[in-house]
């Protein structure tokens, strides 16, 4: 089936540090890739969509300025936490879709920790 | 009220128990999505139906589309088994974005 590799597992880091996550399709060109955040026991939370080669569009309520994405490619896209504090910690969580209204397919999730 | 409601929420049995995990949901939908939550996070995608009845090994799953219900089995339930499981829809407007019910945490004790 459809693979998605998500890019660190785990990171942990000092407040102040940018953080770059990266999620790439692995056998399938994603024309649409969505970021997540899940806090512990709760659901899934969208926060931004990106198409190949354009701008992400971020749910309300998330800083674009903080939480960069760039999806250069038909592989690839990543997310920049910048300037992290301690509230960012969380689980980050990608999935990656093909067109057509194809299943949305995740990778692992990375655990971002903030000291 | 949540547009996709799961029940329960949580679940504890026994090997072997045939365990069921409910999905209703409000919206109109082009697609309903189960999905495996393991404890470390990773997310596997079990079942995306649009209708009827689907199949894969000790998993079933069920869709109807005129109650706007859907329901998960597992037959001759495992330990491995143990984790949370997500209904996630597709609403018709075509946005590819899901929306996910609150989760079942499935517990299934050796």
């Known amino acids: 089936g459809a693979v998605v590799s998500q890019h660190p597992s785990r990171v942990i880091c000092k407040s102040g540090t940018s953080v770059k996550i990266e999620c790439r399709s692995l056998?399938?060109?994603?024309?649409?890739m969505f970021w997540y955040r899940q806090f512990p026991k709760q659901s899934l939370m969208l926060m931004a969509t990106?198409?190949?080669?354009?701008?992400?569009?971020?749910e309300q309520g998330v800083e674009k300025d903080k939480f960069l994405i760039n999806h250069a490619s038909l592989t690839l896209s990543t997310l920049t936490v910048t300037s992290a504090h301690p509230e960012d910690s969380s689980f980050y969580i990608c999935?990656?879709?093909?067109?057509?209204?194809?299943?949305?397919?995740f990778g692992d999730g990375t655990r971002l920790s903030i000291l | 009220k949540n547009e996709v409601e799961q029940s329960p929420q949580n679940l504890t049995a026994q090997e072997g128990e045939f365990i069921t995990i409910n999905c209703s949901y409000s919206?109109?939908?082009?697609?309903l999505h189960w999905l495996q939550q393991h404890p470390g996070g990773g997310i596997v995608s079990l079942f995306m139906?649009?209708?009827g009845k689907k199949k894969h090994g000790r998993l079933i799953a069920t869709i109807n589309i005129q109650e706007k219900h859907s329901s998960l089995h597992i037959t001759a339930s495992h330990p491995r088994d143990s984790a949370v499981y997500i209904c996630?829809?597709?609403?018709?407007?075509?946005?590819?974005?899901?929306?996910f019910g609150t989760g079942t945490r499935l517990k299934v004790l050796a």
């Open positions: 999935s990656a879709t093909g067109p057509f209204n194809q299943p949305q397919h």
């Open positions: 056998d399938f060109q994603a024309t649409t």
């Open positions: 990106s198409n190949e080669g354009s701008k992400a569009t971020y």
């Open positions: 919206v109109g939908i082009s697609a």
């Open positions: 139906l649009s209708s």
């Open positions: 996630a829809v597709l609403p018709v407007s075509g946005t590819y974005k899901y929306i």
